[in-house]
Each structure stands twice: as C-alpha cells, then as structure tokens.
C-alpha cells in the first residue's frame, strides 16, 4: 500500500479529531444520550444530504459534503466509543478521556484500512465519489438490520466492522474531494 494513503487517513483523521474536541468542549458529551440505532439514523441523515447534493448538483443549506463526511466519521467513532461504554459510565466523560477511546478507535480502523488496501489494492482510487455514497448508505442500511435484529448476524460482520468501513469510505471520499 502506498504510504500516502495511510499519511492522508492520518491528516483527515486529525481534522475530525480537532472538530471532535472543539464540539466536545462546546457541548460536552451530550451525543451519551443516544443509543446506537439513534447514532446511525444521525449518520444516515449525513450521508443521505450527501446523497442528495450529488443528485440535484446543488445545495441549498451552507455546510458543504466534506463537513458532511467529517461528521459522518465522528458519529462512527462516537458509535465505536459508545459500545465500549456501558450505563454505568457517566454521560459527562471529559475530553481527556475521550481522546484515547478516539485514538484506539480511528487506530484501529486504519489497520482494517491497511489489510483490506493490501488485498484489494486500493481499488478505490479508482470508485467515484457518488458509489462511495451508495456504498455508505448499504453499509448503513445493514447496520439498521443489524440493529433490528437485536445486534445477532448468521454470518456477517458485527456493527462496528460496518461503522469502520464507513469510516474508511468517508476518508477515501475526502480524499478523492480534496484531489480533484
């Protein structure tokens, strides 16, 4: 894999984190409130607005799809921390805890990035913007399923697979935004 990708994951993951830390400070960990399920539908809600900006060519609210793709990965890295949290935590975690929980999560999902990279040999430089949406939106669909079914699968990856995937999506759609 090239080592660009993984210096462009890192640069755009830096930019979520900083975006993560100033809301943190502004609102606090108000986003403990929602239960997962709620988590997605605020992805979906992103990533559909996405969508939609794609089809009509136009956009009518100010905040432009690379905000939207930032938000959608830290909704997914919220989603990521949340299910490793239980009720007993406390709803207000202070930023200082939350950066590490931040830091494993976004760690880990670039090593998912590092090994599917390998064995695909990023065929994604290669997708447009707009399948990488669709992608995103099936992948959150499955989440929802996922969730339905009271988080059981037959044989298919958990949720977190998913919301690492979607992050992973949404960075490789930066990317592709900020080469064009």
């Not at 919220?78 to 975690?93: C, K, N, R």
């Not at 065929?123 to 399948?131: C, D, G, K, Q």
Request: aromatic share 8%.
């Amino acid at each position: 894999m090239k080592a660009s990708t993984i210096e462009q994951y890192r640069e755009i993951i830096a930019s979520c984190k900083e975006i993560f830390e100033k809301k943190t400070k502004d609102y606090g960990t108000a986003w403990r409130i929602l239960r997962l399920p709620s988590i997605t539908d605020q992805i979906y809600i992103k990533a559909q607005r996405i969508r939609s900006i794609q089809e009509k060519g136009e956009q009518k609210v100010g905040d432009d799809i690379q905000s939207e793709f930032i938000g959608i990965i830290n909704y997914c890295i919220m989603a990521l921390i949340q299910m490793q949290l239980t009720p007993e935590d406390p709803m207000e975690i202070s930023y200082e805890l939350l950066e590490p929980k931040y830091d494993k999560a976004a760690e880990d999902t670039l090593q998912l990035l590092t090994n599917k990279n390998h064995d695909y040999g990023e065929a994604w430089r290669e997708m447009r913007v707009s399948s990488m949406t669709d992608i995103i939106l099936m992948k959150l669909f499955r989440v929802k399923q996922i969730e339905d079914n009271a988080g059981k699968t037959i044989i298919s990856e958990g949720v977190d697979a998913n919301y690492q995937d979607i992050i992973n999506y949404s960075v490789f759609c930066m990317i592709k935004l900020k080469e064009v």
